[in-house]
């Protein structure tokens, strides 16, 4: 099974409401990742999670909240967003995150704040 | 900052012929240089990668070229087909992927 499976597959929000994004992967792989990706626009790194650990936050505002309960789930965490955050949100995951070019995405949640 | 540039932006091509997408990148101290391919409402998917101490790399209709010297790399698509049509990515990064701009291409039949 080589799937990364996201949902909600769309989600539009309020600027105050809260939600959150789910990825799942059975591949046994350790190292998970959040991009974000605008129309027309390569995907964006937000975060890396390795061995369940966040390794790497690329300066992405407070809003966005990353948590990995466990090796096979990851979640995004949605607060107060702003309309500039409407985007593809992708979750990606590879065997570890040190050196790893081979990395899996899901489909993405598209993802509309109002 | 930006790692990878990448051209064209849009590139059209018969059915058959050859697709033929540039990146050049700023840092030599990455292990692989991939290559994503996007088709609309999916994620991204590897297509073929390669490492720098190889000039060529061949996967079936897929060829990469690499240019340590010159810092470049590209992909070649011969025989283009109308499923070929998506977004490519080229990518550098050693602990995380930088993608860049992409090249939407279009295969007509």
């Known amino acids: 099974d080589t799937e990364v499976t996201q949902t909600p597959k769309h989600l539009v929000m309020g600027m105050t409401n809260k939600k959150s994004l789910k990825c799942e992967q059975h591949m046994g792989h350790r190292a998970m990742y959040w991009y974000k990706q605008k129309a027309k626009k390569p995907p964006e790194l937000m975060f890396v999670y390795s061995y369940e650990k966040l390794s790497i936050n690329e300066s992405v505002p407070s809003r966005f909240s990353p948590e990995c309960p466990n090796s096979s789930l990851l979640n995004l965490h949605l607060h107060a967003l702003q309309p500039e955050d409407s985007a593809l949100y992708l979750c990606a995951s590879s065997q570890d995150s040190l050196g790893s070019y081979e990395q899996y995405f899901g489909p993405g949640t598209r993802l509309t704040v109002t | 900052q930006q790692q990878v540039k990448q051209s064209p932006q849009s590139l059209i091509v018969q059915k058959g012929g050859i697709s033929i997408i540039n990146c050049a990148y700023e840092?030599?101290?990455?292990?692989?240089f991939p290559w994503y391919q996007q088709f609309p409402g999916k994620g991204p998917a590897l297509l073929i990668a390669?490492?720098?101490?190889?000039s060529e790399k061949k996967e079936g209709r897929f060829t990469i070229s690499f240019n340590k010297s010159a810092k470049q790399f590209s992909l070649h698509i011969m025989d283009s087909q109308p499923g070929d049509s998506a977004t490519y990515f080229c990518?550098?990064?050693?602990?995380?992927?930088?993608f860049g701009s992409g090249t939407r291409l279009q295969v007509q039949p």
């Open positions: 990518c550098t990064g050693r602990r995380a992927l930088t």
């Open positions: 840092n030599t101290a990455f292990d692989y």
């Open positions: 390669i490492r720098p101490d190889v």
